[in-house]
T-cell receptor
Framework: GEDVEQSLFLSVREGDSSVINCTYTDSSSTYLYWYKQEPGAGLQLLTYIFSNMDMKQDQRLTVLLNKKDKHLSLRIADTQTGDSAIYFCAESSSSASKIIFGSGTRLSIRP | EAGVTQFPSHSVIEKGQTVTLRCDPISGHDNLYWYRRVMGKEIKFLLHFVKESKQDESGMPNNRFLAERTGGTYSTLKVQPAELEDSGVYFC?????????????FGPGTRLTVT
């Protein structure tokens, strides 16, 4: 069945870049997402990429997709304390279907 | 525009009791989804409504869970009787349902604790 895997924890120094990696199994994935959950808050869609794209950049965020290896990454440049959150990698096969999530990566920032 | 709202934000019940969670989607959104995250694991899909009809309920864990969306507006998710393993955070999401709408907007979640 569909599966999304990501590491559970990442700690980076403030000002450095954070790279969160994810792998997925569903070859029919059309949309790949990164969601952010801050403490006590709901899920916020950070960015998404279509499966026919290799890269997407949006300000400090860069998403890289290796469709052959089914590998997705999120790079956050110049990581700030406000970036502390849980980041969920996710995929869906269409815009209206269910989203398959990973377990989330907790990003912590050290001074 | 108001976002997706969920009530209550937190519920603590004893094993064997009944709990009903409510979700109010963004006005005009035909698609409504329920997900849950149990014990820090992945967020798992439960079911998907299109208006008042269940489009996909493949993620519902068992018959102790009953979801309704009468009138195609808000939805309720009832757990009866609740078990310890039902503890977790239940998220609701909605989307407009157009072919260009990729985004499901999530509510803040209901944290359910079964003791």
């Amino acid at each position: 069945g569909e599966d999304v895997e990501q590491s559970l924890f990442l700690s980076v120094r403030e000002g450095d870049s954070s790279v969160i990696n994810c792998t997925y199994t569903d070859s029919s994935s059309t949309y790949l997402y990164w969601y952010k959950q801050e403490p006590g808050a709901g899920l916020q869609l950070l960015t998404y990429i279509f499966s026919n794209m290799d890269m997407k950049q949006d300000q400090r965020l860069t998403v890289l997709l290796n469709k052959k290896d089914k590998h997705l990454s999120l790079r956050i440049a110049d990581t700030q304390t406000g970036d502390s959150a849980i980041y969920f990698c996710a995929e869906s096969s269409s815009s209206a279907s269910k989203i398959i999530f990973g377990s989330g990566t907790r990003l912590s920032i050290r001074p | 525009e108001a976002g997706v709202t969920q009530f209550p934000s937190h519920s603590v019940i004893e094993k064997g009791q009944t709990v009903t969670l409510r979700c109010d989607p963004i006005s005009g959104h035909d698609n409504l989804y329920w997900y849950r995250r149990v014990m820090g694991k992945e967020i798992k899909f439960l079911l998907h409504f299109v208006k008042e009809s269940k489009q996909d309920e493949s993620g519902m864990p068992n018959n102790r869970f009953l979801a309704e969306r009468t009138g195609g507006t808000y939805s309720t998710l009832k757990v009866q009787p609740a078990e310890l393993e039902d503890s977790g955070v239940y998220f609701c999401a909605s989307s407009s349902g157009t072919s260009l709408s990729y985004e499901q907007y999530f509510g803040p979640g209901t944290r359910l604790t079964v003791t």
